[in-house]
């Protein structure tokens, strides 16, 4: 399987950060984009997944950075689906805990780009009556972490709802869980979308 290497993804990020369209997501976020959209039950059209990356600004981009984007996209799902799925090394746990939501923060980025992807098919199967309650809440405690990061004011939501309301101990059990859901959660998504009814018990058929 080709990779790209070290070298290519430094470019790649630097293209990403200074020369693409506004809006545009950091090499770190688009990680997390490709895990979510690759996931994804749904056959998600490249048309699509680009126009999520570059704010839907896709005119003109460079056949170099498509083909490197496309390199990347293969490389996430070898690794989801044929060999064991990692967070990026650098997607780390900050022991100040205001860090992790700051712009620019790997684990802020991974967790943005991964809730901007999920928004292609995570709310038909939360307003699914279909889905099996057990999935449906493992599901949801998935999300819940993965996508904890990207807000900080959402954050604070969920914390208050739990018995212990204090962030600082909360965020690193949520990381915790993000480590803990990456290497099932492809699995996971096709149990509650099979569950849901609404796609059929072959993989192959699914739309």
Not at 36 to 64: K, R, T, Y
Not at 99 to 120: D, K, Q, R, V
Request: net charge negative; glycine share 4%.
């Amino acid at each position: 399987m080709q990779k790209l290497s070290l070298e290519q993804q430094q470019q790649l990020n630097s293209w990403l950060l200074d020369k693409s369209p506004a809006g545009t997501l950091s090499l770190t976020a688009v990680k997390g984009y490709f895990f979510a959209i690759i996931c994804s039950p749904d056959d998600i059209p490249v048309e699509q997944w680009l126009a999520g990356i570059f704010n839907h600004q896709i005119e003109a981009l460079p056949d170099e950075i498509t083909m490197a984007l496309a390199t990347l996209y293969n490389e996430v799902s070898h690794q989801i689906f044929e060999s064991q799925m990692f967070l990026p090394e650098v997607v780390e746990f900050s022991d100040e805990i205001e860090a992790n939501f700051l712009s620019g923060h790997p684990l802020h980025e991974w967790s943005l780009g991964f809730t901007i992807g999920m928004a292609f098919y995570s709310e038909k199967f939360i307003n699914c009556s279909e889905v099996d309650e057990e999935l449906l809440e493992s599901f949801s405690i998935a999300l819940m972490a993965f996508t904890f990061f990207n807000d900080r004011a959402n954050a604070q939501q969920v914390v208050e709802q739990q018995e212990d309301s204090n962030i600082n101990n909360f965020g690193p059990l949520m990381y915790g869980l993000i480590t803990d859901f990456l290497s099932e959660f492809a699995q996971l998504v096709e149990q509650v979308a099979l569950s849901s009814g609404l796609y059929d018990d072959n993989i192959d058929d699914w739309d």
